[in-house]
């Protein structure tokens, strides 16, 4: 069964502080594949990243960077030098193949991050 | 912008009725994805399209239905509502299909309230 953990509900920060969001994942299949959405107080879901089964490499863009690690079925995704406008929910998402081939994502719950000025 | 255009931004109504969300998918997607997100339940799949073919069912109730038209967009049909319908309703969409799996861009949503 797919499931998608999310065990940090809410996380407060200051400003220019780093901050790690924490994903672990549950998955039956060898090929899957990995998301991170951030959903800003206006609600819409906005797309991060997307990381496959078979690529372990870490993702840096910017201010963001991304540890994917099999071993602990681990998806992490960090923050450096926190800014307010980071201030949002985000999701870990999970897809894996099905019969019929439906790419349907499995979310965590979401960590809501606060960063304060 | 993620390309996906949802309608109404809000809709409000009573117990008992029923209404239609609409969905536009990003130009050339053929996949069109519906999801709920509820306070207690969290972002739920309910439903996948594919070029017009229903693809996959999630967590969708048999009030619920939805369709894909030829020209791509999807309709999502709630009836009989009930308070517990209340939710915001997501529409996404991507190019996947036969295994590719691509991003999903998701529409700004639209948020039902029952009363």
């Known amino acids: 069964a797919q499931k998608v953990t999310q065990a940090q509900t809410e996380i407060s920060v200051v400003e220019k502080e780093d901050v790690t969001l924490d994903c672990v994942y549950e998955?039956?299949?060898?090929?899957?594949?990995l998301f991170w959405y951030k959903q800003p107080p206006s609600g819409e879901l906005v797309f991060l990243i997307r990381r496959n089964s078979f690529d372990e490499q870490n993702e840096i863009s910017g201010r963001y960077s991304w540890n994917f690690q099999k071993s602990t079925s681990s998806f992490n995704f960090t923050i450096t030098a926190s800014q307010v406008v980071d201030s949002a929910v985000y999701f870990c998402a999970l897809s894996e193949p099905e019969k019929g081939g439906s790419e349907k994502l499995v979310f965590g719950k979401g960590t809501k991050l606060t960063v304060n000025p | 912008d993620s390309g996906v255009t949802q309608t109404p931004k809000h809709l409000i109504t009573a117990t008992g009725q029923r209404v239609t969300l609409r969905c536009s998918p990003r130009?050339?997607?053929?996949?069109v994805y519906w999801y709920q997100q509820s306070l207690d339940q969290g972002l739920q799949f309910l439903i996948q399209?594919?070029?017009?073919?229903?693809?996959a069912k999630g967590n969708i109730l048999e009030r619920f239905s939805a369709q894909q038209f030829p020209d791509l967009h999807s309709e999502l049909n709630l009836s009989s509502l009930e308070l517990g319908d209340s939710a915001l309703y997501f529409c996404?969409?991507?190019?996947?299909?036969?295994?590719?799996?691509?991003?999903?861009?998701f529409g700004p949503g639209t948020r039902l309230t029952v009363l």
């Open positions: 130009s050339g997607d053929l996949s």
């Open positions: 996404a969409s991507s190019l996947a299909g036969a295994g590719y799996y691509n991003e999903q861009f």
């Open positions: 399209y594919y070029n017009g073919e229903e693809r």
């Open positions: 998955t039956r299949d060898t090929t899957y594949y």
